[in-house]
């Protein structure tokens, strides 16, 4: 294996499993070390079948090199580099087909070949996607299918960790931002959202604009709590993964780092929502000065794969106090309409502000009778909607959520 891997120009398996396998024995690793390496890899994975050849495969679809972006970008690639990529990929082949090498020799071959995670699939969004891919990798007959398979599926998924995740959340390492796979997502669908139905077309139709190229608006989704705005952006991930869109989840003390960002996800071949929910501003707090130009009016332009959605129960974002409406006051600020114009003017950096309201008493009955057939609640609707109004009379407001909350207590 070392001598496939050795020969690799533009594929680095440096610090990668692989690297450990093709320096066995010299690493002074035991053979069980790395089967056990490759097993809680696989576990983790939720791989059923080969773990090795999924290994591979992950190892391929995750390489970020010359080659792969440019099939990322769909870019035409053709001479030296597609040489080279020819050159590797005849490697990768016979690496993608040691299964039977001397450090698995210590294991029966079907720990390998037939392997059965524990895990589970939905906590690992791309695992199906992987397997399917090894898969059609191991029908491949020669070295040229093995390139335009791997390169089909650069162009259908992109390479690394911000094509395969859906989702992402900024986290500070060395004083700079870096991006880190949610894994663990909420499965709710579009569909799964009661009412709302004019909010969820305006939202889908933006960003289906977006995912075309076209023009489309930074969105603020505001309006009372429970009412479905931060479920509506959770559910457009998973509607939307498979057409390229991607989300990143940013909070308001991170908002230094956006440059930083914007700069890691410009080039790639993505559409990004920088997604920011329950976003709010005190008066002291001077981030949403950043933060405006950022969206729009500073120098650094906002790449054209990137928009901004929000949620917020505040309508303009920033507190607001009555003597803001108050021109002068001698006792404080000499223009307050300046500082009233100055907080309106981030909510006025989103092109497109969407209402969720509270429902009244008859939608939210309705919201509750739907979420109860399709739980399976065996109970007389009037016995049903009885016990709904008073759960939400005994906790404080009718909402999406609360009919939620209700049908689980139900279901205890």
Same mark, same amino acid.
């Not at 799964?192 to 889908?204: A, F, H, L, P, S």
């Given at each position: 294996?070392?001598?496939?891997?050795?020969?690799?120009?533009?594929?680095?398996?440096?610090?990668?499993?692989?690297?450990?396998?093709?320096?066995?024995?010299?690493?002074?690793?035991?053979?069980?070390?790395?089967?056990?390496?490759?097993?809680?890899?696989?576990?983790?994975?939720?791989?059923?079948?080969?773990?090795?050849?999924?290994?591979?495969?992950?190892?391929?679809?995750?390489?970020?090199?010359?080659?792969?972006?440019?099939?990322?970008?769909?870019?035409?690639?053709?001479?030296?580099?597609?040489?080279?990529?020819?050159?590797?990929?005849?490697?990768?082949?016979?690496?993608?087909?040691?299964?039977?090498?001397?450090?698995?020799?210590?294991?029966?071959?079907?720990?390998?070949?037939?392997?059965?995670?524990?895990?589970?699939?939905?906590?690992?969004?791309?695992?199906?996607?992987?397997?399917?891919?090894?898969?059609?990798?191991?029908?491949?007959?020669?070295?040229?299918?093995?390139?335009?398979?791997?390169?089909?599926?650069?162009?259908?998924?992109?390479?690394?960790?911000?094509?395969?995740?859906?989702?992402?959340?900024?986290?500070?390492?060395?004083?700079?931002?870096?991006?880190?796979?949610?894994?663990?997502?909420?499965?709710?669908?579009?569909?799964?959202?009661?009412?709302?139905?004019?909010?969820?077309?305006?939202?889908?139709?933006?960003?289906?604009?977006?995912?075309?190229?076209?023009?489309?608006?930074?969105?603020?989704?505001?309006?009372?709590?429970?009412?479905?705005?931060?479920?509506?952006?959770?559910?457009?991930?998973?509607?939307?993964?498979?057409?390229?869109?991607?989300?990143?989840?940013?909070?308001?003390?991170?908002?230094?780092?956006?440059?930083?960002?914007?700069?890691?996800?410009?080039?790639?071949?993505?559409?990004?929502?920088?997604?920011?929910?329950?976003?709010?501003?005190?008066?002291?707090?001077?981030? !949403?000065? !950043?933060?405006?130009?950022?969206?729009?009016?500073?120098?650094?332009?906002?790449?054209?794969?990137?928009?901004?959605?929000?949620?917020?129960?505040?309508?303009?974002?920033?507190?607001?106090?009555?003597?803001?409406?108050?021109?002068?006051?001698?006792?404080?600020?000499?223009?307050?309409?300046?500082?009233?114009?100055?907080?309106?003017?981030?909510?006025?950096?989103?092109?497109?502000?969407? !209402?969720?309201?509270?429902?009244?008493?008859?939608? !939210?009955?309705?919201?509750?009778?739907?979420?109860?057939?399709?739980?399976?609640?065996?109970?007389?609707?009037?016995?049903?909607?009885?016990?709904?109004?008073?759960?939400?009379?005994?906790?404080?407001?009718?909402?999406?959520?609360?009919?939620?909350?209700?049908?689980?207590?139900?279901?205890?």
């Amino acid at each position: 294996m070392k001598k496939y891997i050795g020969n690799l120009k533009i594929y680095d398996a440096a610090g990668a499993l692989l690297d450990d396998f093709a320096n066995y024995p010299q690493n002074n690793l035991r053979s069980v070390d790395l089967i056990g390496k490759l097993i809680s890899f696989a576990d983790k994975h939720a791989v059923k079948g080969n773990c090795w050849q999924y290994y591979v495969a992950y190892f391929i679809a995750c390489n970020v090199n010359a080659f792969s972006l440019a099939c990322e970008r769909k870019q035409e690639v053709s001479g030296t580099l597609v040489d080279v990529a020819y050159a590797d990929c005849k490697n990768l082949m016979d690496i993608f087909n040691l299964s039977s090498a001397s450090v698995f020799a210590d294991v029966p071959p079907s720990v390998i070949t037939q392997f059965a995670s524990t895990g589970d699939v939905s906590q690992m969004p791309y695992s199906q996607i992987l397997s399917e891919f090894a898969e059609r990798l191991a029908k491949c007959n020669g070295t040229k299918a093995f390139l335009n398979e791997i390169i089909a599926f650069y162009k259908s998924y992109g390479v690394g960790e911000l094509g395969l995740n859906k989702a992402f959340r900024v986290i500070e390492k060395d004083g700079k931002a870096t991006l880190l796979p949610i894994t663990c997502m909420d499965s709710k669908r579009l569909d799964d959202i009661v009412g709302y139905d004019m909010q969820k077309q305006e939202v889908v139709a933006n960003t289906k604009a977006f995912l075309e190229g076209k023009k489309a608006n930074n969105v603020l989704l505001y309006g009372d709590m429970g009412t479905g705005k931060s479920s509506t952006i959770k559910a457009l991930i998973n509607e939307f993964y498979h057409d390229g869109l991607r989300v990143i989840e940013l909070y308001k003390h991170q908002f230094l780092h956006i440059s930083d960002i914007l700069s890691k996800i410009a080039l790639r071949n993505y559409k990004y929502i920088l997604y920011l929910d329950d976003l709010s501003f005190d008066d002291f707090e001077m981030e !949403y000065k !950043y933060f405006k130009a950022i969206i729009d009016g500073g120098l650094e332009v906002k790449p054209d794969n990137v928009l901004i959605y929000a949620t917020s129960n505040r309508r303009h974002l920033i507190k607001e106090h009555y003597s803001d409406g108050n021109d002068i006051d001698p006792m404080d600020e000499l223009h307050k309409s300046d500082t009233k114009n100055e907080k309106l003017s981030l909510v006025a950096r989103f092109g497109l502000s969407i !209402y969720y309201p509270s429902p009244d008493q008859q939608e !939210y009955l309705n919201i509750v009778r739907i979420l109860a057939k399709k739980f399976n609640v065996a109970m007389d609707v009037k016995d049903l909607e009885k016990k709904a109004l008073s759960w939400a009379m005994f906790n404080g407001a009718k909402s999406g959520r609360m009919a939620e909350q209700f049908i689980h207590s139900l279901l205890q």
